[in-house]
């Protein structure tokens, strides 16, 4: 395994994808180099992305500033399958919700990660013709894998050592998925659990052992 490199704006976009970074990293770094620093992980990453492709800090600017021309947000009534999800006055509220539990003919709806995934990748690439039906699909369909489901890695990994059977001998499981998590976030691996890790690193979880 590679170890994580020190940030520095020699690095290259794709070294820089290979690694984990905390959201407070990633702010520390848009601070310093005068980037963007307001937005989701998703965003500050693309944000350094950009800059560490070439583009100057003085042309990257935040995907969040469509915000202040949304002057009215929409009713139920004025919300329909072609409504933009982007400068329309569209949002993930009770109103939003009203409207697809009309559409899905139930008397309640919750509104599902796959969703608002959906509406992040929107603004972060601000795309100004993606749709409610487009909404829709992507709720239909949640296991589509995007550049924001990616910030979730954390969490999966700690899902997938909890299934591993071997992870039933520790004590304390938690703290010992965070062990490993460190190993792989620190290197140039793929960012997800594999038995393996358990099997090569498991002097690193002794004390944890029941």
Same mark, same amino acid.
């Given at each position: ?35 963007? &620093?307001?937005? %989701?992980?998703?965003? +500050?990453? /693309?944000?350094?992305? @950009?800059?560490?492709?070439? =583009? ?71 795309? &100004?013709?993606? %749709?409610?039906?487009? +909404?829709? /699909?992507?709720?239909? @369909?949640?296991?589509?894998? =995007? ?64």
């Amino acid at each position: 395994m590679t170890t994580r490199p020190e940030f520095n704006a020699q690095l290259s976009s794709q070294t820089f994808s290979k690694f984990y970074w905390y959201k407070t990293e990633l702010q520390q770094i848009c601070r310093h180099y005068a980037l963007p &620093t307001y937005g %989701t992980k998703a965003e +500050l990453t /693309q944000y350094i992305y @950009a800059f560490l492709d070439g =583009t100057p800090p003085s042309a990257i600017h935040s995907v969040r500033h469509y915000r202040t021309k949304i002057k009215t947000a929409l009713t139920t009534e004025q919300i329909s399958l072609n409504t933009k999800l982007l400068h329309s006055g569209f949002a993930l509220n009770n109103e939003a919700r009203q409207f697809f539990a009309n559409y899905f003919g139930v008397s309640h709806f919750s509104f599902r990660k796959s969703m608002a995934v959906k509406m992040r990748e929107v603004a972060r690439t601000n795309d &100004t013709n993606t %749709t409610v039906s487009d +909404l829709i /699909q992507a709720l239909q @369909a949640p296991s589509i894998n =995007t550049f924001t489901e990616q910030t979730y890695q954390w969490n999966h990994f700690v899902k997938d050592f909890c299934a591993d059977p071997w992870s039933q001998n520790y004590k304390q499981s938690l703290k010992a998925a965070a062990i490993l998590w460190r190993i792989v976030r620190d290197s140039d691996q793929p960012k997800v659990y594999q038995h393996e890790l358990l099997v090569r690193y498991a002097s690193s979880l002794k004390k944890f052992l029941k």
